[in-house]
């Protein structure tokens, strides 16, 4: 069909999803992608979660609700984000 996209892109014509999203390698591989166009060579799906989870916490993100936004079945991953938060946090004077 001229005008349409793969089906194997997951798009219909229009730039709809037909699909229930991306696949873990789809998403990797885009993140790369964008990473590299804007010089960070080497970036991951999983350097932005960590990235985003710890920005989250050194904002103060109540412990339960990082875990509740992360998905993680335990408070121990962002108890992690959080002491990282704290270490890195140390010292640093805003006003």
């Avoid at 790369?32 to 060579?41: C, D, F, N, P, Y």
């Avoid at 932005?48 to 904002?59: L, N, V």
């Avoid at 509740?68 to 959080?82: C, E, H, K, Q």
């Amino acid at each position: 069909m001229a005008g349409s996209a793969s089906k194997r892109d997951g798009r219909a014509a229009a730039g709809t999803l037909i699909t229930q999203g991306l696949s873990d390698r789809a998403i990797t591989s885009r993140v790369e992608t964008l990473g590299k166009l804007v010089g960070a060579v080497g970036l991951s799906a999983h350097d932005c979660r960590h990235y985003w989870a710890t920005q989250a916490a050194c904002s103060g993100t109540p412990i339960d609700r990082l875990q509740d936004a992360g998905g993680w079945n335990s408070p121990v991953m962002p108890l992690r984000y959080v002491e990282l938060a704290k270490i890195a946090n140390e010292g640093v004077k805003l006003e």
